[in-house]
Structure formats: C-alpha cells, structure tokens
C-alpha cells in the first residue's frame, strides 16, 4: 500500500481531548503505512495485526475510531465487528484491498461508520477518520448523560421511583395516591424529593428525563428499571400532554 504524506500533514480538526486510532492489519506493511499517516495527523495509534491482539487489549473510555482490514487472519472483520458491536462510541472504520459488495453491504448494515478500498486518497482517509472520531466525542458525551442520569434515578427510593412512574403519565397528585394508598401530602412531599433528587427544575424537565432514560436504556447505555420502561406507554396521553 502506497501512502504519501508530509511530515507536517495536521488534523482535520483539532481535538478537543487526545483521541486514538486503532489500527487492525494483518500487513505489516499496511499496518506501518497508516499509523504514520494517523500520527502525524496529530492522532495517537494503537496498531494490532489481527483481531484477536486488538480484543485482548484494554482500551480507555476515550474518543476514537478502529480502522480494520476486512480480511485478517483469525477472525475476519465482519466477526470484529459484531464482537465490538455494543462499543458505539467506537466508530468502526473497514479498509479493504478488493472490493467486496456483498462485505461492504453487510459491514454497512451492521453498523460500519465507512468503508474505503486501497489505495486510499490520503484526505478521504483522513477525513473519513476524523468524522469517525467527531461521532465517538459525541457518543461519549451521550455515554456520560445517561450513565449521570443513571446515577440519580438510582438516588431514589422505591418509592420515590413509584411516584415518578406515575406522575410522569400525567397522574394527578390525588390519583398517585389512590393507586399507590398513600395521602395526597405524602405524594407532594416524595414528589418534591424526586424532583430535588434528579436534578429537574420543572415537571417538564422531568418528563424529559424519563423519556431520556427509557431512550437510553433501549439503546443498552443504561439499566433502567421496568416500572420507568411500562411508563413510556402513558408518556404522549392527553393528561401527560395537558400537564406539559
């Protein structure tokens, strides 16, 4: 493979945090070729020479984007992929000496941020990366929200959640209370801790939350409860709707 570059070749864009590149190549050659190219575009590199070295190592909760050959030796790349399929803030970037229609269709289907074919044009690759890069600094930031999220949700008590469960529905004060057998004073009290507890600053705002949290834990971001998941039925009804 044939990659030429300057020594002075910058990024695209310049990070905003250290990202890196995981390189996975069975060609020495190839391998070499694109972590000189990824670092002197300023990105940190980690390259391996198949899949199984690159799964065995491991790997911080940074941005970032894995670049692999779709043909290695061992596992190929469509198994890569699926073995690194719920890592969504690592883009997964296919390079391949051929092109393979049926690979491209299915790696694309699956999930695959791009798929390039050798030789690459050096700022088609290096946009391609940095794109991939720019999405995993999202997902991250996504990642943080709903693991914070998480972590408040997790701050109430059983009953707290059993209130919130309800109230986000459009429930009335006196209508939690008649279905959980607690007053209307005790409801407005363990509604005013939710609502301290998770950090919302309107019934709104908590809507949102619970709506965040039921998206998240669809996507596997977060482990939510399944009195919150039955919830998400009632959330658009028209009590919901006149309470926003």
């Avoid at 044939?2 to 695209?12: A, D, F, K, Q, V």
């Avoid at 941020?113 to 030789?119: C, G, H, I, S, V």
């Avoid at 929200?145 to 004060?173: D, I, P, T």
């Amino acid at each position: 493979m044939n990659i030429n570059h300057p020594t002075t070749l910058r990024s695209p864009s310049k990070p905003l945090e250290p990202a890196t590149v995981f390189v996975v190549d069975g060609d020495a050659t190839a391998r070499e070729a694109l972590e000189s190219l990824f670092r002197s575009a300023g990105w940190s590199v980690k390259p391996a020479s198949s899949a199984e070295e690159f799964l065995s190592r491991p790997r911080a909760a940074v941005p970032g984007c894995l670049v692999a050959e779709m043909s290695l030796p061992g596992l190929g790349g469509l198994e890569l992929q699926r073995l690194v399929s719920d890592c969504t803030e690592l883009p997964l970037i296919f390079v391949s000496n051929c092109i393979d229609i049926r690979a491209t269709v299915l790696a694309m289907k699956a999930g695959a941020f791009d798929f390039l074919t050798k030789p690459f044009v050096r700022d088609v690759l290096l946009h391609a990366v940095a794109q991939a890069i720019e999405h995993s600094r999202t997902e991250l930031r996504r990642l943080a929200r709903a693991r914070a999220l998480q972590e408040r949700y997790e701050s109430l008590s059983r009953r707290e959640r059993e209130v919130m469960s309800l109230v986000v529905c459009g429930r009335l004060n006196k209508q939690v209370g008649g279905e959980l057998g607690i007053s209307e004073i005790t409801v407005k009290a363990h509604r005013g801790n939710l609502m301290r507890k998770m950090q919302a600053g309107s019934f709104a705002e908590l809507v949102n939350m619970a709506a965040s949290l039921r998206r998240f834990a669809y996507s596997a971001a977060v482990d939510v409860p399944q009195e919150l998941l039955y919830a998400a039925r009632d959330l658009r009804s028209p009590l919901a709707a006149q309470r926003l």
